[in-house]
């Protein structure tokens, strides 16, 4: 049974769809893995139907994507913004300590 079929599936297809670099796809990579993770996983992988390698490999795909949208979107979210620019805003907030409001005591506030 598959966690998340839509992510496996969609990853799955774009490592045998030609949209992930296939030119290392016989290319050995000794991989150590705690021995826990190595069972679930290939557990994981036997619940899927399909082989430790092939798993593995949909599972760095993923987490591939995942990463570069999210650098992708934080990029496209800064936009032309720049530390300098941060640090100009910050320097006109009033230097005033922090008000401090009833009930904050309760969560170590």
């Known amino acids: ?3 998340n079929a839509d992510h496996f599936t969609e990853s799955r297809d774009l490592l045998f769809a030609g949209r992930v670099d296939r030119s290392m796809s016989n290319a050995r990579f000794p991989l150590k893995l705690p021995m826990s ?12 139907g399909v082989s430790l390698s092939q798993w593995i ?25 720049s530390g300098e620019g941060l640090m100009k805003y910050l320097r006109t907030a009033p230097r ?14």
Request: aromatic content about 8%; glycine content about 10%.
């Open 1 to 3: 049974m598959i966690r």
């Open 96 to 109: 005033t300590a922090p008000a401090v409001f009833e009930g904050w005591e309760a969560v170590g506030m």
């Open 37 to 48: 993770i190595k069972k679930a996983a290939q557990r994981l992988a036997k619940e899927d």
């Open 57 to 81: 490999a949909v599972a760095v795909a993923g987490k591939v994507g995942v990463i570069e949208t999210a650098s992708d979107f934080f990029k496209k979210r800064a936009g032309k913004a």
